[in-house]
């Protein structure tokens, strides 16, 4: 590795190690993984922040203009799902990219994406709250007027909604995020059912799938009377 890239990802790895263990959290809340699960999300996680840090400072400069606004849009979403983004010290990171999406380029909204290999190395419980918080703010966010932008960052937040539910977050709950996203959108009335119903049906079997990897699981050590109750 470049040395001129090795130690700026050294340092940013030991940043948001420190930020993990240190950052004072809303609610108290803390990650539920275990510390090897969550020494390999900062190995993912710190990569993927410095390379969009980087970018977007190339790319348009530091816009201090946006720094008021970043700030408040962090202070809106670091509470979701128990602070989540803040217990994995990616809050910042995440609200620079939507702000940036918002004001720049919508389709900055997909860079978010590159800290779901951070978060799909801790355990379920914290990926359920991850996926959940990121189609919340993917469900409320402000869309530019732009159909092609419009659709994938739809088919983002399905993606979001899906994962959760898969780890167990409710199926109906995420179904409204779509929902919510949808009917600001779209114009003609059957389009929006068609799109509603199709999330739905995809949503609910990721939900249904996590019921049933729990009960094959208490299968597996013997517990058949809780394994028979969770898959019904």
């Given at each position: 590795?470049n040395?001129?890239?090795?130690?700026p990802?050294?340092?940013k790895?030991?940043?948001?190690?420190?930020?993990?263990?240190?950052f004072?959290?809303p609610?108290n809340?803390?990650?539920?993984?275990?510390?090897?699960?969550e020494?390999n999300?900062?190995?993912?996680?710190?990569?993927?922040?410095e390379?969009?840090?980087r970018?977007l400072?190339?790319?348009?400069?530091k816009?201090?203009?946006?720094?008021?606004?970043?700030a408040?849009?962090c202070?809106k979403?670091?509470?979701?799902?128990?602070?989540?983004?803040?217990?994995m010290?990616?809050?910042n990171?995440?609200g620079r990219?939507?702000?940036?999406?918002q004001?720049?380029n919508g389709?900055?909204?997909?860079?978010?994406d590159?800290?779901?290999?951070?978060?799909?190395?801790?355990g379920?419980?914290?990926r359920?709250?991850?996926y959940a918080?990121?189609a919340?703010?993917r469900?409320?966010?402000a869309v530019?007027?732009?159909?092609?932008v419009k659709q994938?960052?739809l088919?983002c937040?399905?993606?979001?909604c899906c994962?959760?539910?898969?780890?167990?977050?409710?199926?109906?709950k995420?179904?409204?995020?779509v929902?919510?996203?949808?009917?600001?959108?779209e114009?003609r009335k059957?389009?929006?059912?068609?799109v509603?119903?199709?999330?739905?049906c995809?949503i609910?079997q990721q939900?249904?799938?996590?019921?049933?990897?729990e009960a094959?699981s208490?299968h597996?050590r013997?517990?058949e009377?809780?394994?028979f109750k969770t898959a019904v």
């Amino acid at each position: 590795m470049n040395q001129t890239r090795f130690f700026p990802v050294v340092y940013k790895a030991a940043v948001v190690a420190a930020a993990i263990l240190c950052f004072p959290l809303p609610g108290n809340a803390r990650l539920a993984s275990t510390k090897a699960q969550e020494s390999n999300m900062v190995g993912k996680a710190a990569p993927a922040a410095e390379k969009w840090f980087r970018h977007l400072n190339t790319t348009y400069g530091k816009n201090d203009d946006f720094t008021e606004d970043i700030a408040g849009f962090c202070r809106k979403i670091g509470d979701y799902e128990d602070g989540i983004l803040n217990d994995m010290a990616i809050l910042n990171d995440v609200g620079r990219l939507c702000i940036f999406a918002q004001r720049k380029n919508g389709r900055l909204l997909r860079a978010i994406d590159d800290f779901d290999a951070a978060a799909d190395q801790l355990g379920v419980n914290d990926r359920r709250r991850y996926y959940a918080a990121k189609a919340r703010i993917r469900s409320e966010l402000a869309v530019p007027a732009v159909d092609s932008v419009k659709q994938e960052w739809l088919v983002c937040l399905v993606n979001d909604c899906c994962r959760a539910s898969r780890y167990g977050f409710d199926a109906e709950k995420s179904s409204s995020f779509v929902k919510a996203f949808v009917r600001r959108f779209e114009e003609r009335k059957s389009s929006e059912e068609r799109v509603l119903g199709e999330s739905a049906c995809r949503i609910t079997q990721q939900y249904a799938s996590f019921f049933l990897a729990e009960a094959k699981s208490l299968h597996r050590r013997h517990d058949e009377k809780r394994a028979f109750k969770t898959a019904v």
